[in-house]
């Protein structure tokens, strides 16, 4: 990767014809990124930034909206999207899924920075925690504020690419093409994201397993153990069949209710 420009990392991506937008939250939050979090998960939120302004000039269902697009929100969103991948712990909760403690501390950073109210009134900030807490259940998200769904849409590529949109069966370049993704990628290289990822995601399966029974997370546990390696992955298992099914669950509760209500 060549040296950094004095402007990195706002500066132009000329093919991809973007720019990740230089005010002085998006620095703050930059620098709050760099301080808080490793050099894979830093790469991949500007990657995603990148990606989502990318993908809001070229989506139609971005063309024709009857508000603006709040863009600052969303780069805010997706630069700070993976703070619950915090590698300074003392910013975590022990009992909070990733992606709430992710919101819950960018709203907290944000709020802390000494906003302009006028600017940044609550309805712009529930943006920014909704759009971070949703960023990994698109089923939602896509459904939500045009913001919300940029900013899990710009996640998303980074994932896929050229191959975008998901599950990345797509035609290659029909959306991104190949030398966009190069470009980004060359910008804000992988630095091991998978394996950082793989690390990461068995790590909330390890720390805070009851968090992950319920969503994806529960998967790397499934597949990788709690060590990333396949320690651990028989005793996780075992836990998720007794936690991770939600029918049974519900069944169960309407069955214990069913005895009260007939007593009444």
């Known amino acids: 990767m060549p040296f950094p420009s004095p402007q990195f990392p706002f500066h132009l991506l000329p093919l991809s ?22 050099q894979a998960t830093i790469n991949h939120c500007l990657r995603s930034v990148c990606f989502a302004l990318l993908l809001i000039k070229r989506l139609p269902n971005f063309a024709n909206l009857t508000n603006p697009l709040d863009t600052e929100a969303i780069v ?19 009992d909070t899924r990733f992606e709430v403690d992710g919101a ?4 907290t ?3 802390g920075t000494g906003l302009d109210k006028t600017a940044w009134d609550a309805h712009r900030l529930q943006l920014v925690w909704d759009a971070i807490a949703l960023h990994t259940t698109p089923s939602i998200a896509v459904h939500k504020e045009a913001e919300v769904a940029a900013a899990n ?19 290659l370049g029909a959306v991104i093409s190949v030398e966009e993704h190069q470009e980004i ?11 950082g990822l793989i690390q990461i995601m068995c790590g909330l399966c390890r720390e805070k397993p009851d968090t992950t029974f319920d969503n994806f997370v529960s998967e790397f546990g499934l597949e990788f153990g709690m060590d990333g390696k396949g320690a651990g992955k028989e ?4 836990e998720w069949e007794v936690k991770g099914h939600t029918m049974p669950m519900l069944f169960e509760g309407l069955d214990k209710c ?7």
């Open 153 to 171: 849409l710009g996640i998303s590529a980074d994932f896929f690419g050229p191959y975008f949109p998901p599950p990345g069966n797509g035609k």
């Open 235 to 238: 005793e996780f298992k075992a």
């Open 17 to 38: 014809n973007v720019a990740i937008p230089k005010t002085p939250l998006t620095e703050a939050s930059h620098a709050f990124l760099s301080t808080h979090t490793s």
């Open 104 to 107: 819950n501390i960018a709203r």
């Open 258 to 264: 069913a005895v009260i209500e007939e007593e009444s």
């Open 76 to 94: 805010l969103s997706v630069l700070l999207h993976d703070m619950g991948w915090a590698t300074t712990k003392s910013l975590l909760s022990n």
């Open 185 to 195: 990628v060359r910008a804000f290289p992988r630095e091991g994201f998978k394996d």
């Open 109 to 111: 950073f944000l709020t």
